[in-house]
């Protein structure tokens, strides 16, 4: 049989096509516009991305067998504040992830109602991306859009509605929205007051691998594709990318140096540490997982390579990188402010260090280096909840790089496992597809059967010692610059 697996992403769409094997027979992906009507803000049309969705499956399926087509799921960017009303119609355009309107929404959360109360009723506190503050932001500045509330729901879930006409979303996703009590798998019936809505409000909540429905007859035919194809309600993208490295189960970890940068370890048991540092959501396999986010990964190397030192060449500037471990500039990453796990956005990118001898290498050294260091941050939190960690896999664009592998590898202190395939959410999708059409028993056997591993970059003793002493140079950094932040930040 085969399954098709929706990236729903932030400037298209990724559509991917996977037989039982789990081997990939084809990849589309659709574009679609970011309209930025203030600055900070950032909207897309849902419309859109279903016009695009649906163009999309055609062209995955065009010269398949479409009888064979079983499944459909999907991994999306999260946080996103779709609002329908009585008639399921759009209200306005969706709120993305990466909107900063909602500042006095996540002060009133963090402050007001405090970030011990938000992380009792849903293990996380409030960030300006969140969708809970969103939905307060409707409220405050868009009243009457407010009143035409009749659903709530995230990007990704919109496409399964539009597919199936089931108002659904899946744990993982909802963990995203400041709604939902993590812990025990339900919406939170305080944030539902704080947020002036009711629970009906709220999609039905699944698990990921779960189907939530079929294909409505008309889409089915507009399509070419069966009534009986299931959807699944699928997961937000960091939980499915993590499907689709094999992060799944207990104790399993994925760095992920894509434009963002994140470190998401999977776990059986619930856990959240003392200052919410790390975000503690439900995943895609049934079970938890904590993520450390910072906002610019691989986006500060092509900051400093593009638009600094005016090069593309990335692969000739790293050649002139020699003395790992011995360098004396420190880079801190905070490009775009930072979330994980500092979760201040006066944070800023700072070099310190540089003497009449330092080099331009020595300062693309500090980049690549910063953005592990800062990656190693949240590594100790999770370590500080008694998580222990010997190896993870890695993904993303930065992945590409043989000498960033190697500092992961040595200022983390893990193996670091290079996978075959690096599809990441729209593979999981695929995967979660399966498991809800049983071809796999859950989503750990699917994983285990289709994730493969082709290389690992062993950490070197000396080299960790190296490394070691550094990181404990680069932690009291931030530290020493964040009153500066504060004055600076304008």
């Not at 990939?24 to 930025?36: A, G, H, R, T």
């Not at 409505?216 to 069966?226: D, N, R, V």
């Not at 986010?293 to 500037?317: F, H, P, Q, R, V």
Request: include cysteine; glycine fraction near 10%.
């Amino acid at each position: 049989m085969l399954y098709i697996g929706v990236d729903l992403g932030t400037s298209a769409v990724k559509l991917l096509l996977m037989d039982g094997e789990g081997k990939i027979q084809k990849i589309v992906s659709k574009e679609y516009p970011i309209f930025f009507p203030n600055p900070g803000w950032s909207e897309q049309k849902p419309e859109d991305w279903f016009v695009q969705t649906m163009e999309g499956i055609k062209e995955l399926v065009q010269d398949a067998d479409k009888s064979q087509v079983a499944g459909i799921s999907f991994g999306g960017q999260m946080h996103g504040l779709v609002i329908l009303d009585e008639n399921d119609e759009v209200i306005r355009p969706a709120l993305l992830w990466n909107d900063g309107r909602t500042f006095e929404e996540c002060d009133y959360l963090n402050n007001v109602i405090g970030k011990e109360k938000l992380s009792e009723y849903t293990a996380n506190i409030s960030f300006t991306g969140f969708t809970a503050p969103k939905i307060l932001w409707v409220k405050n500045k868009e009243p009457e859009n407010f009143a035409k509330i009749r659903k709530i729901m995230l990007p990704k879930d919109y496409i399964a509605y539009k597919l199936t006409g089931v108002h659904c979303t899946d744990f993982s996703d909802a963990s995203g929205m400041l709604l939902l009590d993590v812990k025990n798998r339900r919406w939170s019936a305080q944030m539902c007051d704080i947020c002036g809505i009711r629970e009906e409000m709220l999609p039905k909540l699944f698990e990921s691998y779960e189907c939530v429905g079929r294909l409505k007859k008309e889409i089915a035919q507009a399509l070419g594709l069966s009534e009986n194809v299931k959807v699944a309600a699928g997961a937000g993208d960091n939980a499915a990318a993590a499907v689709g490295t094999g992060t799944v189960g207990e104790g399993m970890c994925n760095i992920s140096l894509g434009t963002s940068g994140t470190i998401f370890i999977s776990s059986k048991k619930f856990g959240v540490d003392t200052y919410n540092a790390l975000h503690a959501f439900a995943h895609a396999d049934g079970y938890y997982h904590l993520m450390g986010c910072m906002l610019s990964a691989a986006s500060c190397n092509k900051w400093w390579m593009e638009d600094i030192i005016g090069t593309g060449e990335y692969g000739k500037e790293q050649q002139e990188i020699t003395g790992l471990g011995e360098n004396h500039v420190y880079f801190l990453p905070y490009l775009m402010g930072e979330r994980s796990p500092h979760n201040n956005p006066n944070a800023r990118g700072t070099f310190i260090g540089m003497t009449m001898d330092t080099k331009r290498s020595d300062m693309t050294q500090a980049v690549l280096e910063g953005v592990a260091f800062a990656l190693r941050d949240s590594l100790e939190v999770a370590k500080s909840l008694g998580i222990h960690l010997e190896r993870t896999k890695i993904c993303g664009g930065g992945a590409k790089s043989p000498l960033w592998k190697k500092m992961i590898a040595n200022i983390l202190n893990l193996k670091v496992d290079v996978i075959e395939s690096e599809e990441g959410p729209a593979l999981g999708g695929a995967m979660l597809a399966a498991v809800a059409c049983g071809e796999y028993k859950n989503v750990e056997e699917a994983a285990a059967k289709i994730v493969r591993i082709v290389d690992t970059v062993d950490p070197d003793p000396a080299l960790v010692e190296k490394y070691e002493a550094r990181y404990q140079q680069f932690k009291e950094i931030y530290p020493a610059c964040k009153p500066l932040f504060d004055i600076i930040k304008n």
